[in-house]
Protein backbone atom coordinates (compact mmCIF):
# COMPACT_ATOMS: atom_id res chain seq x y z
CA UNK A 1 0.00 0.00 0.00
CA UNK A 2 1.54 3.46 -0.92
CA UNK A 3 2.16 5.45 2.15
CA UNK A 4 0.33 9.06 2.11
CA UNK A 5 0.94 12.40 0.65
CA UNK A 6 3.97 10.54 -1.44
CA UNK A 7 3.67 10.12 -5.65
CA UNK A 8 2.52 6.59 -5.36
CA UNK A 9 -0.40 8.00 -3.57
CA UNK A 10 -1.64 10.83 -5.65
CA UNK A 11 -1.57 8.68 -9.09
CA UNK A 12 -3.83 5.94 -7.43
CA UNK A 13 -6.10 8.68 -6.09
CA UNK A 14 -6.43 10.21 -9.15
CA UNK A 15 -6.85 6.92 -11.43
CA UNK A 16 -9.24 5.18 -9.18
CA UNK A 17 -11.61 9.00 -9.68
CA UNK A 18 -11.07 8.67 -13.68
CA UNK A 19 -12.08 4.81 -13.47
CA UNK A 20 -15.24 5.61 -11.19
CA UNK A 21 -16.53 7.82 -14.55
CA UNK A 22 -15.84 5.20 -16.88
CA UNK A 23 -12.89 6.83 -18.08
CA UNK A 24 -10.78 4.36 -20.81
CA UNK A 25 -8.32 3.92 -23.59
CA UNK A 26 -11.92 3.99 -25.82
CA UNK A 27 -13.11 7.19 -24.80
CA UNK A 28 -13.56 9.91 -27.85
CA UNK A 29 -12.05 12.60 -26.84
CA UNK A 30 -15.55 14.71 -26.11
CA UNK A 31 -16.07 11.98 -23.40
CA UNK A 32 -12.49 12.49 -21.97
CA UNK A 33 -12.84 16.14 -21.26
CA UNK A 34 -16.35 15.69 -19.76
CA UNK A 35 -14.65 12.70 -17.38
CA UNK A 36 -11.82 15.12 -17.10
CA UNK A 37 -13.81 17.81 -15.63
CA UNK A 38 -15.64 15.67 -13.35
CA UNK A 39 -12.27 14.18 -11.54
CA UNK A 40 -11.21 17.39 -10.92
CA UNK A 41 -14.94 18.86 -9.61
CA UNK A 42 -14.69 15.67 -7.28
CA UNK A 43 -11.74 17.36 -5.73
CA UNK A 44 -14.15 20.36 -4.37
CA UNK A 45 -15.80 18.15 -2.13
CA UNK A 46 -11.95 17.13 -0.85
CA UNK A 47 -11.40 21.21 -0.64
CA UNK A 48 -14.48 21.51 1.10
CA UNK A 49 -13.89 18.72 3.80
CA UNK A 50 -10.17 19.15 4.26
CA UNK A 51 -8.10 22.02 3.12
CA UNK A 52 -5.04 21.07 4.13
CA UNK A 53 -5.56 17.58 2.83
CA UNK A 54 -6.45 18.93 -0.46
CA UNK A 55 -3.15 21.27 -0.76
CA UNK A 56 -1.11 18.46 -0.14
CA UNK A 57 -2.81 16.41 -3.26
CA UNK A 58 -2.44 19.16 -5.32
CA UNK A 59 1.35 19.89 -4.44
CA UNK A 60 1.73 16.35 -5.36
CA UNK A 61 0.21 16.64 -8.61
CA UNK A 62 2.37 19.68 -9.28
CA UNK A 63 5.19 17.90 -8.50
CA UNK A 64 4.24 15.14 -10.68
CA UNK A 65 3.33 17.26 -13.52
CA UNK A 66 7.31 18.91 -13.39
CA UNK A 67 8.40 15.36 -13.86
CA UNK A 68 7.15 15.07 -17.09
CA UNK A 69 7.42 18.52 -17.89
CA UNK A 70 11.68 18.94 -16.88
CA UNK A 71 11.86 22.03 -17.98
CA UNK A 72 10.14 23.74 -15.69
CA UNK A 73 12.90 23.08 -13.00
CA UNK A 74 14.88 25.37 -15.01
CA UNK A 75 16.26 27.79 -12.50
CA UNK A 76 15.13 30.88 -15.06
CA UNK A 77 11.42 29.41 -14.03
CA UNK A 78 11.66 30.43 -10.58
CA UNK A 79 8.52 33.23 -11.03
CA UNK A 80 6.48 29.99 -11.72
CA UNK A 81 7.79 28.31 -8.20
CA UNK A 82 7.53 31.59 -6.50
CA UNK A 83 3.67 31.68 -7.37
CA UNK A 84 3.17 28.26 -6.50
CA UNK A 85 4.58 28.71 -3.22
CA UNK A 86 2.49 31.91 -2.42
CA UNK A 87 -1.07 30.14 -3.50
CA UNK A 88 -0.10 26.88 -1.09
CA UNK A 89 1.22 29.26 1.49
CA UNK A 90 -2.46 30.95 1.33
CA UNK A 91 -4.98 30.16 3.90
CA UNK A 92 -7.68 32.39 1.97
CA UNK A 93 -10.72 29.75 1.31
CA UNK A 94 -11.46 31.96 -1.60
CA UNK A 95 -8.78 32.94 -2.82
CA UNK A 96 -8.36 29.22 -2.75
CA UNK A 97 -11.61 28.22 -4.69
CA UNK A 98 -10.38 30.68 -7.44
CA UNK A 99 -7.71 29.85 -8.41
CA UNK A 100 -7.90 26.15 -8.76
CA UNK A 101 -11.89 25.84 -9.77
CA UNK A 102 -12.62 29.16 -11.36
CA UNK A 103 -9.64 30.93 -13.13
CA UNK A 104 -9.48 29.53 -16.43
CA UNK A 105 -6.61 31.05 -17.52
CA UNK A 106 -4.50 29.01 -15.22
CA UNK A 107 -6.12 25.96 -14.49
CA UNK A 108 -3.51 24.17 -12.61
CA UNK A 109 -5.47 21.65 -11.63
CA UNK A 110 -7.22 20.39 -15.09
CA UNK A 111 -3.18 20.40 -16.56
CA UNK A 112 -2.12 18.23 -13.10
CA UNK A 113 -4.65 15.67 -13.49
CA UNK A 114 -4.42 15.11 -17.59
CA UNK A 115 -0.52 14.61 -16.93
CA UNK A 116 -1.30 11.89 -14.62
CA UNK A 117 -4.27 10.06 -16.69
CA UNK A 118 -1.81 10.88 -19.96
CA UNK A 119 1.53 9.76 -18.53
CA UNK A 120 0.49 6.42 -16.19
CA UNK A 121 -1.24 3.01 -17.77
CA UNK A 122 -4.65 2.36 -17.87
CA UNK A 123 -4.14 0.28 -14.44
CA UNK A 124 -4.71 0.47 -10.95
CA UNK A 125 -1.22 1.11 -10.08
CA UNK A 126 -0.31 -0.51 -6.61
CA UNK A 127 3.23 0.48 -7.97
CA UNK A 128 5.05 3.71 -8.69
CA UNK A 129 7.30 3.58 -11.43
CA UNK A 130 10.34 5.66 -9.63
CA UNK A 131 13.32 5.11 -12.06
CA UNK A 132 13.01 8.84 -14.21
CA UNK A 133 11.90 10.65 -10.83
CA UNK A 134 14.89 9.19 -8.73
CA UNK A 135 17.29 9.97 -11.52
CA UNK A 136 16.01 13.41 -11.34
CA UNK A 137 15.98 14.05 -7.83
CA UNK A 138 19.85 12.52 -7.49
CA UNK A 139 21.09 14.53 -10.77
CA UNK A 140 18.96 17.91 -10.34
CA UNK A 141 19.85 20.41 -7.18
CA UNK A 142 16.77 22.17 -8.34
CA UNK A 143 14.52 19.47 -8.29
CA UNK A 144 15.65 18.84 -4.74
CA UNK A 145 15.03 22.32 -4.60
CA UNK A 146 11.58 21.94 -5.44
CA UNK A 147 10.76 19.28 -3.89
CA UNK A 148 11.70 20.48 -0.39
CA UNK A 149 9.52 23.54 -0.48
CA UNK A 150 6.40 21.86 -2.65
CA UNK A 151 6.25 18.11 -0.97
CA UNK A 152 4.12 17.46 1.85
CA UNK A 153 5.67 14.65 3.12
CA UNK A 154 9.25 14.31 2.01
CA UNK A 155 10.74 11.83 4.20
CA UNK A 156 7.97 9.46 3.15
CA UNK A 157 8.95 10.00 -0.36
CA UNK A 158 12.69 9.46 -0.16
CA UNK A 159 11.85 6.17 1.83
CA UNK A 160 9.66 4.72 -1.13
CA UNK A 161 12.62 5.76 -3.41
CA UNK A 162 15.00 3.53 -1.20
CA UNK A 163 12.44 0.63 -1.47
CA UNK A 164 12.11 1.10 -5.21
CA UNK A 165 16.43 0.71 -5.58
CA UNK A 166 16.25 -2.53 -3.95
CA UNK A 167 13.47 -3.59 -5.45
CA UNK A 168 14.92 -2.99 -8.66
CA UNK A 169 18.12 -5.08 -7.22
CA UNK A 170 15.72 -7.90 -6.39
CA UNK A 171 14.42 -7.68 -9.99
CA UNK A 172 17.87 -7.82 -11.69
CA UNK A 173 19.02 -10.90 -9.61
CA UNK A 174 16.24 -12.64 -11.04
CA UNK A 175 15.98 -11.43 -14.61
CA UNK A 176 19.78 -12.85 -14.85
CA UNK A 177 19.58 -15.95 -13.38
CA UNK A 178 19.51 -19.12 -14.43
CA UNK A 179 16.52 -21.46 -13.60
CA UNK A 180 16.65 -25.19 -14.55
CA UNK A 181 13.44 -26.21 -12.60
CA UNK A 182 9.73 -25.68 -11.55
CA UNK A 183 11.21 -25.83 -7.83
CA UNK A 184 14.28 -23.03 -8.61
CA UNK A 185 11.44 -20.76 -9.97
CA UNK A 186 9.32 -20.70 -7.45
CA UNK A 187 12.02 -20.28 -5.00
CA UNK A 188 13.32 -17.22 -6.91
CA UNK A 189 9.52 -16.03 -6.84
CA UNK A 190 9.47 -16.59 -3.45
CA UNK A 191 12.46 -14.52 -3.00
CA UNK A 192 12.07 -11.34 -4.96
CA UNK A 193 8.10 -11.52 -3.01
CA UNK A 194 10.29 -9.95 -0.30
CA UNK A 195 11.04 -6.75 -2.02
CA UNK A 196 8.21 -3.77 -2.35
CA UNK A 197 6.40 -5.60 -6.00
CA UNK A 198 2.49 -5.13 -5.32
CA UNK A 199 1.00 -8.58 -6.47
CA UNK A 200 0.38 -7.54 -9.92
CA UNK A 201 4.03 -6.23 -10.65
CA UNK A 202 5.31 -9.32 -9.20
CA UNK A 203 3.20 -12.00 -11.54
CA UNK A 204 4.27 -9.65 -14.77
CA UNK A 205 7.68 -10.28 -13.31
CA UNK A 206 7.52 -13.87 -13.23
CA UNK A 207 5.57 -13.97 -16.70
CA UNK A 208 8.48 -12.06 -18.43
CA UNK A 209 10.97 -14.84 -16.77
CA UNK A 210 8.72 -17.58 -18.34
CA UNK A 211 9.19 -15.46 -21.35
CA UNK A 212 13.14 -15.83 -21.14
CA UNK A 213 13.61 -19.29 -19.74
CA UNK A 214 11.14 -19.99 -22.74
CA UNK A 215 13.37 -18.45 -25.47
CA UNK A 216 16.91 -20.23 -23.80
CA UNK A 217 14.97 -23.80 -22.60
CA UNK A 218 11.87 -24.88 -23.93
CA UNK A 219 12.05 -27.85 -22.10
CA UNK A 220 12.36 -26.43 -18.58
CA UNK A 221 9.45 -23.54 -19.46
CA UNK A 222 7.11 -26.61 -20.14
CA UNK A 223 7.99 -28.50 -16.78
CA UNK A 224 7.30 -25.14 -15.02
CA UNK A 225 4.02 -24.39 -17.37
CA UNK A 226 2.98 -28.31 -16.35
CA UNK A 227 3.45 -28.01 -12.53
CA UNK A 228 1.35 -24.30 -12.78
CA UNK A 229 -1.05 -25.49 -14.38
CA UNK A 230 -1.39 -28.43 -12.08
CA UNK A 231 -1.46 -26.64 -9.05
CA UNK A 232 -4.06 -24.47 -10.83
CA UNK A 233 -6.06 -26.98 -11.17
CA UNK A 234 -5.74 -28.43 -7.72
CA UNK A 235 -6.46 -25.45 -6.20
CA UNK A 236 -9.30 -24.41 -8.88
CA UNK A 237 -11.28 -27.98 -9.12
CA UNK A 238 -11.59 -28.15 -4.95
CA UNK A 239 -12.39 -24.79 -4.36
CA UNK A 240 -9.14 -23.88 -2.50
CA UNK A 241 -8.77 -21.09 -4.93
CA UNK A 242 -6.85 -17.97 -3.38
CA UNK A 243 -8.10 -14.57 -4.41
CA UNK A 244 -6.21 -11.53 -3.55
CA UNK A 245 -6.77 -9.21 -6.35
CA UNK A 246 -8.13 -5.99 -5.90
CA UNK A 247 -5.64 -4.59 -7.46
CA UNK A 248 -7.17 -5.71 -10.70
CA UNK A 249 -10.88 -5.37 -9.52
CA UNK A 250 -13.13 -3.60 -11.98
CA UNK A 251 -15.09 -0.81 -9.57
CA UNK A 252 -17.17 0.07 -12.69
CA UNK A 253 -18.44 -3.55 -13.47
CA UNK A 254 -18.30 -5.02 -9.84
CA UNK A 255 -16.79 -8.07 -10.88
CA UNK A 256 -13.30 -9.70 -10.35
CA UNK A 257 -11.38 -10.18 -13.17
CA UNK A 258 -9.11 -12.68 -12.30
CA UNK A 259 -12.02 -14.86 -11.00
CA UNK A 260 -12.99 -14.91 -14.79
CA UNK A 261 -9.83 -15.56 -16.30
CA UNK A 262 -9.13 -18.38 -13.65
CA UNK A 263 -12.76 -19.62 -14.95
CA UNK A 264 -11.97 -19.39 -18.50
CA UNK A 265 -8.71 -21.20 -17.99
CA UNK A 266 -10.10 -23.61 -15.73
CA UNK A 267 -12.95 -24.43 -18.25
CA UNK A 268 -9.92 -25.16 -21.25
CA UNK A 269 -8.43 -27.32 -19.20
CA UNK A 270 -11.65 -29.59 -18.55
CA UNK A 271 -13.17 -29.63 -21.89
CA UNK A 272 -10.48 -29.04 -24.56
CA UNK A 273 -7.18 -30.78 -23.08
CA UNK A 274 -6.83 -34.64 -23.69
CA UNK A 275 -2.94 -34.19 -23.26
CA UNK A 276 0.01 -32.21 -23.04
CA UNK A 277 0.57 -31.52 -26.66
CA UNK A 278 -2.95 -29.83 -26.45
CA UNK A 279 -0.97 -27.37 -24.05
CA UNK A 280 1.54 -26.78 -26.52
CA UNK A 281 -1.04 -26.14 -29.27
CA UNK A 282 -2.58 -23.68 -27.43
CA UNK A 283 0.62 -21.68 -26.25
CA UNK A 284 -0.30 -18.81 -27.59
CA UNK A 285 -3.95 -18.86 -26.09
CA UNK A 286 -2.48 -19.75 -22.70
CA UNK A 287 0.01 -16.57 -23.00
CA UNK A 288 -2.36 -14.62 -21.27
CA UNK A 289 -2.59 -16.52 -18.52
CA UNK A 290 1.04 -16.96 -17.34
CA UNK A 291 0.57 -14.02 -15.31
CA UNK A 292 -2.19 -15.37 -13.41
CA UNK A 293 -0.60 -18.50 -12.60
CA UNK A 294 2.42 -17.11 -11.92
CA UNK A 295 0.02 -14.76 -9.08
CA UNK A 296 -1.67 -18.45 -7.99
CA UNK A 297 2.02 -20.27 -7.45
CA UNK A 298 2.97 -17.23 -5.04
CA UNK A 299 0.32 -19.30 -2.73
CA UNK A 300 1.41 -23.11 -3.09
CA UNK A 301 3.10 -24.63 -0.30
CA UNK A 302 3.90 -28.59 -0.75
CA UNK A 303 1.47 -29.14 2.89
CA UNK A 304 -1.19 -27.53 0.34
CA UNK A 305 -0.21 -29.54 -2.54
CA UNK A 306 -1.03 -32.46 -0.94
CA UNK A 307 -3.81 -31.30 0.91
CA UNK A 308 -5.89 -29.99 -2.13
CA UNK A 309 -4.63 -33.26 -3.46
CA UNK A 310 -6.28 -35.36 -1.57
CA UNK A 311 -9.52 -33.68 -1.55
CA UNK A 312 -9.71 -33.98 -5.31
CA UNK A 313 -12.28 -36.75 -7.10
CA UNK A 314 -10.81 -39.39 -9.28
CA UNK A 315 -12.07 -38.14 -12.01
CA UNK A 316 -10.36 -34.82 -11.60
CA UNK A 317 -7.08 -36.82 -10.78
CA UNK A 318 -7.34 -38.34 -14.23
CA UNK A 319 -6.89 -34.65 -15.40
CA UNK A 320 -3.76 -33.90 -13.75
CA UNK A 321 -2.29 -36.85 -15.54
CA UNK A 322 -3.44 -35.55 -18.96
CA UNK A 323 -1.38 -32.09 -17.92
CA UNK A 324 1.77 -34.42 -17.31
CA UNK A 325 4.67 -34.07 -20.22
CA UNK A 326 5.76 -37.20 -21.75
CA UNK A 327 8.81 -38.15 -23.62
CA UNK A 328 7.68 -37.26 -26.71
CA UNK A 329 6.54 -33.80 -25.80
Given at each position: ?A?E???E?IVN ?6 R?YD????NT ?11 K ?11 EQ????A?L??L?Y ?9 T ?14 S????YL???F ?5 R?Y ?6 N ?9 Q??Y?Y???L?L ?8 R ?6 PD??A??E??Q ?13 R ?11 Y????A?G???KD??A ?6 L ?6 N ?9 F?LK??YIT??T ?5 D ?18 K?L ?5 F ?5 K ?5 E ?5 Y??L????L?D?T????D??L??M?D??K ?5 L???KK?
Open positions: MYNTLYKVWERYLGSEDMKERQMILRSVLSFILDFEHDLFKKDKMAEFNYHQELYDDNDDTFDTLYDIFNDSHDYIVFKDKDDLTSWIKIIDEHEFEYDHDTDTKYEENNNVRVYTYLHIDELNMKFKQTVKLRDVFVSEITSPLEFYIMRFINTFSILSLGGYKTLIKEKPQVYNEIMSMYFYSNNMYYNTERFNKIKMVDIDKNYYEYDFLTDVNSFDILKEEFLNDRNLVQCMYPGKYKYSEQKEEMLKKEITY
